[in-house]
């Protein structure tokens, strides 16, 4: 995994988005517009004074002029994240139940009918990743919401699937700009680690013939090294990992605007590291979130 280089102070900036504040426990999907919040911001006095434009725009000038207002050691980024869709493991859980899962069958690769061994997506879970293509083609040319620039995502099969189905060629308006498809494969962001065979992932060779327009991160072994058969990785442990991953983010990408696609636990794991507010995402779900780092 990829080495931290410097420490930032990491916080969710919450009052954009309805997530920003969940009413109740269940689990959210992909909100109309991801949740953007309608609202006026200090810079429509000059960008919009007519109240013409359409909310994404609005906000998405207002995060420019946050970057360049701002001061040295301070920067924000608006980060798309994504559960993968639907998994074979999903389907295993939901029919014994998660007290079954947990004691025996997370254990197995598979039950004689499926493998769930680094999960692939089910039919359905291949529906979701093609309703969230259909969602950034929609939302871009008809809400003016703004493509991720660059493209993250966790090297089980579940997330690469559903990144390169929601992503690839996608189908804009005139105008809308998206810049060409080039994810990058990060460990830290992967699902929680140990005892879950869903959650070991498969050699880098076989990632690299089966998903070639992903580039892998420096250091990606050919087996999986983090994984273990007999421990279970704690949330704040899986914590640590994704503050890394954004430490990395903040560090090396000048990109405002990206997209993570992972695991309900790792973007449970986000939200302790910022102080979000917990939100549970359904397969093939999206939130957004405005992150601000301030280098320490």
Same mark, same amino acid.
């Given at each position: 995994?990829?080495?931290?280089?410097?420490?930032?102070?990491?916080?969710?900036?919450?009052?954009?988005?309805?997530?920003?504040?969940?009413?109740?426990?269940?689990?959210?999907?992909?909100?109309?517009?991801?949740?953007?919040?309608?609202?006026?911001?200090?810079?429509?006095?000059?960008?919009?004074?007519?109240?013409?434009?359409?909310?994404?725009?609005?906000?998405?000038?207002?995060?420019?002029?946050?970057?360049?207002?701002?001061?040295?050691?301070?920067?924000?980024?608006?980060?798309?994240?994504?559960?993968?869709?639907?998994?074979?493991?999903?389907?295993?859980?939901?029919? *014994?139940?998660?007290?079954?899962?947990?004691?025996?069958?997370?254990?197995?690769?598979?039950?004689?009918?499926?493998?769930?061994?680094?999960?692939?997506?089910?039919?359905?879970?291949?529906?979701?990743?093609?309703?969230?293509?259909?969602?950034?083609?929609?939302?871009?040319?008809?809400?003016?919401?703004?493509?991720?620039?660059?493209?993250?995502?966790?090297?089980?099969?579940?997330?690469?699937?559903?990144?390169?189905?929601?992503?690839?060629?996608?189908?804009?308006?005139?105008? *809308?700009?998206?810049?060409?498809?080039?994810?990058?494969?990060?460990?830290?962001?992967?699902?929680?680690?140990?005892?879950?065979?869903?959650?070991?992932?498969?050699?880098?060779?076989?990632?690299?013939?089966?998903?070639?327009?992903?580039?892998?991160?420096?250091?990606?072994?050919?087996?999986?090294?983090?994984? *273990?058969?007999?421990?279970?990785?704690?949330?704040?442990?899986?914590?640590?990992?994704?503050?890394?991953?954004?430490?990395?983010?903040?560090?090396?990408?000048?990109?405002?605007?990206?997209?993570?696609?992972?695991?309900?636990?790792?973007?449970?794991?986000?939200?302790?590291?910022?102080?979000?507010?917990?939100?549970?995402? *359904?397969?093939?779900?999206?939130?957004?979130?405005?992150?601000?780092?301030?280098?320490?």
């Amino acid at each position: 995994m990829s080495s931290r280089t410097s420490k930032f102070r990491l916080t969710a900036v919450a009052g954009f988005f309805s997530q920003d504040a969940p009413t109740g426990p269940s689990e959210t999907t992909t909100l109309p517009g991801l949740g953007l919040i309608s609202q006026t911001y200090d810079t429509d006095a000059v960008y919009d004074p007519n109240h013409e434009k359409p909310d994404w725009e609005r906000f998405v000038h207002y995060l420019n002029h946050l970057n360049k207002s701002t001061a040295a050691n301070v920067s924000y980024k608006l980060i798309y994240a994504a559960r993968h869709g639907q998994g074979y493991h999903n389907v295993k859980e939901a029919e *014994v139940g998660t007290v079954e899962w947990e004691r025996y069958w997370a254990r197995l690769d598979g039950d004689g009918h499926t493998t769930w061994a680094d999960a692939h997506l089910t039919p359905k879970g291949i529906e979701d990743a093609l309703a969230m293509k259909t969602f950034w083609e929609t939302s871009s040319s008809n809400l003016k919401l703004p493509l991720a620039r660059h493209h993250y995502a966790s090297p089980l099969t579940r997330c690469l699937q559903t990144c390169s189905m929601a992503f690839t060629n996608l189908a804009v308006a005139p105008g *809308v700009e998206n810049l060409p498809f080039k994810p990058i494969i990060k460990e830290m962001i992967r699902e929680r680690l140990g005892i879950h065979t869903c959650d070991r992932r498969s050699p880098r060779s076989a990632i690299t013939t089966n998903f070639p327009e992903f580039t892998i991160e420096d250091g990606f072994s050919e087996e999986d090294k983090l994984w *273990v058969p007999d421990v279970r990785e704690t949330l704040a442990e899986h914590a640590v990992r994704i503050e890394a991953f954004l430490e990395y983010l903040f560090g090396n990408d000048e990109e405002q605007i990206v997209s993570v696609t992972a695991h309900s636990g790792s973007i449970l794991a986000l939200w302790q590291v910022i102080g979000h507010e917990e939100v549970r995402v *359904v397969p093939g779900g999206i939130v957004p979130v405005l992150i601000k780092a301030e280098l320490v």
